[in-house]
């Protein structure tokens, strides 16, 4: 036997699950975390291919039916916002519908994922019905599969649903989490999983898979680098393209801007720009937006280290040497401790703290101590 997995990038996450097929070693329970947008779910569902199936080939008629969401074994829960019915009002079919309304958008594009205007989850009645599934005899295939995305975005009571199938595994099933917060599952989740971490895509592997999708070479290979290595931001600021701009690009730089002011503006304009932040709507989860805005600054504030120590040229915010010059005057110990602020800010957010609040909170500290330091 000879197993061939077909994902993006992560060589050794290949090696391993196709040695763990070969071999019959196939955990029940597996956490795909690490980089977020690194090929999770298509592992996932390329891994449920196989084990479904038993087919070598990922190009098996079988195992592509897996990969296109459409075997009757596979089932794919990601976090949703319900409709006017409460979760616990739907009947089973209205619930699974959501879900395999969701799995047909994925079979159409692998990349797809929903835009939500509120705060997405998973919940206890999904989880438990989808675990009662797993817990049945497989339906046509080898292995029944479950892949859940997000999976952190689960409360209390779905995770403690979850962990009762993980104390007592069903035989024949396959258990597949995604989180890039895996902090947030219950440790006892954790130490049932065999968890293995994936790194971010090398930018010619996201810039071919732009390519692909209609972009030119050079318009691929500008988009993947701002991505750093995340295929899905990648795909959406791919989607953002229009004959008259990319509006992903322009909040981008609106984004920069308000780091812009918060670092070099007056505290009045500071909070004003903070303000603005908090209370724009562009569609969408605001929730997420601000920790999306968080993330671009962790970003931001990294490679104005790596410049500032190394003298090297940009290798992400290649567009924005101008700016990267003139924040090149904070210390580099003021710039690891903003980073760490921000990745503790981005948390606060993601656990619904007040948006505005932490944002202020977290651009004052800048202006103090060790971290309003300039270098010399």
Request: aromatic residues 6%.
């Amino acid at each position: 036997m000879a197993y061939r997995l077909d994902f993006p990038g992560n060589e050794r996450v290949r090696r391993r699950l196709e040695r763990a097929l070969d071999l019959g070693r196939l955990a029940g329970a597996y956490l795909f975390e690490g980089a977020p947008g690194a090929g999770q779910e298509q592992a996932a569902v390329a891994l449920a291919a196989a084990a479904i199936t038993g087919q070598e080939d990922p190009d098996h008629p079988e195992a592509r039916r897996v990969r296109r969401y459409a075997h009757p074994d596979l089932h794919y829960l990601l976090p949703l916002t319900r409709g006017r019915k409460s979760w616990g009002e739907m009947t089973e079919s209205e619930l699974m519908g959501l879900f395999r309304e969701q799995q047909g958008r994925k079979g159409e594009d692998p990349w797809h994922l929903p835009v939500h205007d509120k705060a997405p989850h998973l919940p206890i009645e999904a989880v438990r019905l989808v675990m009662g599934i797993l817990a049945t005899r497989p339906f046509e295939g080898r292995r029944k599969a479950v892949v859940i995305r997000d999976a952190d975005r689960m409360r209390a009571d779905a995770q403690d649903t979850l962990l009762k199938s993980l104390e007592e595994p069903p035989a024949a099933s396959l258990l597949i989490l995604i989180s890039f917060r895996p902090e947030a599952l219950r440790p006892t989740i954790l130490s049932r999983c065999q968890r293995l971490p994936f790194d971010p895509l090398e930018p010619d592997v996201v810039t071919s898979l732009l390519q692909g999708r209609g972009l030119d070479a050079e318009r691929a290979g500008l988009l993947a680098t701002l991505s750093e290595g995340d295929a899905e931001r990648a795909v959406m600021l791919a989607a953002a393209e229009t004959g008259e701009g990319n509006a992903l690009l322009e909040r981008r730089e609106a984004w920069l801007e308000i780091i812009d002011t918060c670092e070099f503006g007056s505290e009045l304009e500071m909070m004003d720009a903070v303000q603005t932040l908090t209370k724009r709507r562009d569609g969408g989860n605001p929730t997420q937006a601000r920790a999306d805005f968080l993330s671009l600054a962790i970003s931001w504030y990294r490679e104005v280290l790596r410049c500032g120590l190394a003298g090297e040229p940009p290798r992400v915010h290649v567009d924005q040497e101008r700016r990267l010059r003139r924040h090149a005057r904070l210390a580099p110990e003021a710039l690891a401790e903003r980073i760490q602020r921000c990745e503790k800010a981005r948390g606060q957010i993601l656990a619904y703290a007040n948006a505005e609040l932490t944002l202020l909170s977290l651009f004052f500290s800048f202006r103090t101590g060790s971290a309003a330091r300039t270098a010399p």
